[in-house]
């Protein structure tokens, strides 16, 4: 009965290639996010979609493309994936439309690391 | 630009020691602060929270200290254990709308026995 659940938790790959990450959550939130850990461990927001609408968009290079199909799902899509690409990748969750102060509910995480 | 500055990035704590993390905002906005706490190979999980109005909350051995004048808040951790060895992040939210959560650097803390 995992809350937010990411696939796949590790992901190796090759410069140049195109690589998706899956996110579902069970918890019943309108909104979810995707956040970018770097090697030092800080914690950067990329997305956030509430209803499947985008509602933040961070600076971050038109090569990733979330797609939200329903509010359950968040997907991430990067394409031409370069070395400083290799990150670990959260999905998270939160509840109550409107509220993003609300407690988020992090996935276990999907490292890509880019060869 | 970092909207909210931790400190420090490291600490080692001997067990039944007090581990204290301290993090700085400069947004007066800012009305909600919450704590996570990630494991290795986990996701950070919400350890700890307050809001402006309250000074101090209170969650076992874990306590947030706030001062709103100085735009300053900590998290202290009583009687430490090596179970709490983790990376610590203090995030900061605005009210209203969709608004994103701004997370501290990150303290990695290590309790040794």
């Known amino acids: 009965d995992t809350a937010v659940s990411q696939t796949p938790k590790y992901l190796v790959t090759q410069m140049g290639n195109d690589k998706s990450i899956k996110c579902e959550q069970n918890l019943g939130h309108d909104t979810m996010y995707w956040y970018k850990q770097d090697s030092k461990k800080f914690l950067k927001i990329m997305f956030s979609y509430n209803n499947k609408e985008l509602i933040i968009n961070e600076t971050v290079p038109n090569r990733f493309s979330p797609k939200s199909p329903d509010k359950a799902h968040l997907n991430l899509h990067i394409n031409s994936l370069e070395l400083g690409d290799s990150a670990v990748y959260f999905c998270?969750?939160?509840?109550?439309?409107?509220?993003?102060?609300?407690?988020?509910?992090f996935g276990p995480g999907t490292r890509l690391t880019v060869l | 630009q970092q909207q909210v500055k931790q400190s420090p990035q490291s600490l080692i704590v001997q067990k039944g020691g007090i581990s204290i993390i301290n993090c700085a905002y400069e947004?007066?906005?800012?009305?909600?602060f919450p704590w996570y706490q990630q494991f290795p190979g986990k996701g950070p999980a919400l350890l700890i929270a307050i809001r402006p109005d309250v000074s101090e909350k209170k969650e076992g051995r874990f306590t947030i200290s706030f001062n709103k004048s100085a735009k300053q808040f900590s998290l202290h951790i009583m009687d430490s254990q090596p179970g709490d060895s983790a990376t610590y992040f203090c995030?900061?939210?605005?009210?209203?709308?969709?608004?994103?959560?701004?997370f501290g650097i990150g303290t990695k803390l290590q309790v040794i026995p």
């Open positions: 995030a900061a939210t605005l009210s209203g709308g969709y608004q994103k959560v701004t």
């Open positions: 998270a969750s939160s509840g109550l439309p409107g509220l993003i102060k609300d407690t988020q509910y």
């Open positions: 947004n007066t906005a800012f009305d909600y």
